[in-house]
Each structure stands twice: as C-alpha cells, then as structure tokens.
C-alpha cells in the first residue's frame, strides 16, 4: 500500500534552516509529482511547492521563492524539503502530498506531517 | 496570491445537506477544472474527497458532490452524518501552483 513517511520534529532558531523528508513506499517515486504543504496551528493548509521526481522539475509558490528548496533521491524513494532564514511564522505541520492518478493538483496520499517550531 | 474564500462555518442538523462555496478569481477557479475538497478533523491528515470539480475518488461516499460556476466551486454534503463534521479545505490550480479555501467549519447539530 501507499505511504509517505517523513522525519520526525524539528525545533530551530530564527534564521536557522530546516530539512524535512518524505519517504514514499508502495509505488516508484518518479511516475508521480510530490507536493508540499504546510499547515501553522489553527491555520488552514498552504501550498508550497513541488517536484516531478522523474525530471527534478520543481515549482514553488512564489511567497517562498528563494528560500526553499526541493530534491528528490530515487535511489532512497525520498523527497526532501529544505527551507531557509526561518522565521517565528514558519512554525508549521509540514506535509508531503502525492499528487494523484487522475486529478491535476489534487492530493490523494499524504505523509504525517513534521512539525517545524521555530523559535 | 490571496487564499480562496469559504464560508467560516456551517451548521445543519443530520440528514440534511450543506452547500459549501469556494470563490476564487478568474485566475484560478474560474480559468482551470482543477478544484480539489479536503476533509479534515482536529489532529488528522486532510483527506481528498472530490478532485477536478466534482469527481469523487474511490471510497468517498456518493454523498458528497462537487460544482464550479464561474468563479466559485462548491461542495454539497447530502445526508449529513455525525461523522461528516469537520473542517473542509477547496484547492485550485492557479497556473504556476495551487491555492487553499480558508475553510469550513462544519457541525452536524
């Protein structure tokens, strides 16, 4: 079956960076696109960015743009989102989302979420 | 980029329905059939229940249904269950990536 497993929590400092990884099972890495999403507490979800694991294709929302970072390690069946200069607003769950079989943009399997505290 | 707007709450009494609207621009909901719906409660994983509009993936009850006219996608819960309260998130493309409703509560009185 299907599953993402990311690393476990990360406390940081202001300005420090962050590394959160997604480990996919169940299915080959590179025939689906993996998304990233994060979720600050009470807050509704937001998108950050993606990859294509088969071109290292990556897109990344433009409130992030220039301090994250997707890659992608087929040889592990990893994603990895790194995200630099934190600040106090990044503390956040983030999520790894596969983007599903049919449905452009839609997310049909999604990690545990990593909690980043920043502070 | 702003986040999709969504009512902030909803309530509805079991077996009835609830209609919850989701308005973007046209930009994103009114330009691309790319509108997803998130089922989410406290402490889980959202949970995709209906993708390109209105298609459910397997395993979602028919109860819920999905619509876009112009620029405003909904969601329509049919039946509503105790197990349906929640909170629900729209998504769309936007073209160079994806935006999320600001969310719905739902109760089930």
């Known amino acids: 079956q299907v599953q993402l497993v990311q690393s476990g929590a990360e406390v940081k400092k202001p300005g420090a960076s962050v590394k959160v990884s997604c480990k996919a099972s169940?299915?080959?890495?590179?025939?689906?696109?993996l998304h990233w999403v994060r979720q600050a507490p009470g807050q509704g979800p937001e998108w950050m960015g993606m990859?294509?694991?088969?071109?290292?294709?990556?897109t990344y929302a433009q409130k992030f743009q220039g301090r994250v970072a997707v890659a992608r390690d087929t040889s592990a069946s990893t994603v990895h989102l790194e995200l630099s200069s934190l600040r106090s607003e990044d503390t956040a769950i983030y999520y790894c989302?596969?983007?599903?079989?049919?449905?452009?943009?839609?997310?049909?399997?999604w990690g545990q979420g990593t909690l980043v505290t920043v502070s | 980029q702003s986040a999709l707007t969504q009512p902030r709450s909803l309530s509805e009494s079991p077996g009835q329905s609830v209609t919850i609207s989701c308005t973007g621009t046209?930009?994103?909901?009114?330009?691309?059939?790319?509108v997803s719906w998130y089922q989410q409660h406290p402490g889980d994983v959202p949970k995709l229940m209906i993708y390109?509009?209105?298609s459910r993936p397997s395993g979602v009850p028919d109860r819920f249904s999905g619509s876009k006219s112009g620029n405003t996608a909904s969601l329509t819960i049919s039946g509503l269950q105790s197990e349906d309260e929640a909170d629900y998130y729209c998504?769309?493309?936007?073209?160079?990536?994806?935006?999320f409703g600001t969310g719905t509560k739902v109760t089930v009185l």
């Open positions: 169940g299915y080959t890495l590179t025939t689906h696109h």
């Open positions: 989302a596969r983007q599903a079989n049919s449905g452009w943009f839609s997310f049909d399997y």
């Open positions: 390109d509009v209105s």
């Open positions: 046209a930009s994103d909901v009114g330009r691309y059939n790319y």
């Open positions: 998504f769309s493309y936007a073209g160079n990536g994806g935006l």
């Open positions: 990859i294509n694991p088969s071109t290292e294709t990556t």
